[in-house]
């Protein structure tokens, strides 16, 4: 094999997720959507995940390479129990970058309610090959090193 992605049948791990990763417990589950936020030094959201973001499989006839490369990640867990969500791998939502032409605008969610413009919203959490699985567009800008904040919203 002369190349990545690699074939199935060689022996491979995922990649640890990239990021700032949040670790949260909720004693019970959420009865609306929960939001995690990252917050930069001035207090702008640089970085926003709903767990009411609905997860589109990859357009498998705009894909360059197999399709278990471009698998979204699923949003953080409003579940009871402990988490794991790496906020701020990459810009924008949707595909995993592998595929040709425009990505398809995000659907409303608690980040981004109906109505309001999509801003740049960095999500991720470490997919096959290194991608932040949930994130954007190739080349998208990384966090620079600074002092962060991590806001959950739960219930309001």
Known sequence: MNGTPMPHDEPQLRNPPSGVVAYYWLKNGAAGPLKLELL???????????????????????????????????????????????????????????????????????????????AETAVGRGGRGGRGGGGGGRGAAALPPGQYTVRLTVDG
């Open 40 to 118: 930069d030094g001035r207090g702008a959201v640089r970085a926003c995940a709903a767990s009411d973001t609905p997860v589109r499989p990859p357009d498998t006839e705009t894909l360059n390479v197999e399709a278990i490369w471009a698998e979204p990640a699923p949003p953080p867990s409003p579940a009871a129990g402990m988490h794991r969500f790496a906020l701020g791998a990459t810009a924008g939502r949707g595909g995993g970058g592998f595929g040709r032409g425009a990505a398809a605008p995000a659907p409303p969610d608690a980040c981004h309610p109906a109505g309001t413009a999509p």
